[in-house]
């Protein structure tokens, strides 16, 4: 099994910028593929962003832009940069890993990021 911890959520203004972290424990031979999922209230989770072992990523349409994200694989960790933030962007972002961008497995406990305007 794959453990995630995810680190950096919190308040923010609007356009300023914000970093989440991720760091995977367990498993991790098995993680080919890891990615930021964000849930606001009142609606389904969604894909914020993804990234492969290999470092293809691929982004919401709404984030594209303004938030990058990386992973440092020699700390199995993955990171969000967060920048030019907007109230929409308020939500629990969720951390997740699977053996493939279509097909994660494992999910982080969310950490709360709140844009203020």
């Known amino acids: 099994q794959v453990q995630l911890v995810e680190s950096g959520g919190g308040l923010v203004q609007a356009g300023g910028s914000l970093r989440l972290s991720c760091a995977a424990s367990?498993?991790?031979?098995?993680?080919?593929?890891m990615g930021w999922y964000r849930q606001a209230p009142g609606k389904q989770r969604e894909l914020v962003a993804a990234?492969?072992?290999?470092?293809?990523?691929n982004y919401a349409d709404s984030v594209k832009g303004r938030f990058t994200i990386s992973r440092d694989n020699a700390k199995n960790t993955v990171y969000l940069q967060m920048n030019s933030v907007k109230p929409e962007d308020t939500a629990v972002y969720y951390c997740?890993?699977?053996?493939?961008?279509?097909?994660?497995?494992?999910w982080g406990q969310g950490t709360q990021v709140t844009v203020s305007s």
């Open positions: 990234i492969t072992s290999g470092g293809s990523t």
């Open positions: 997740a890993a699977g053996t493939s961008r279509r097909n994660f497995s494992s």
């Open positions: 367990g498993s991790i031979f098995s993680i080919n593929a």
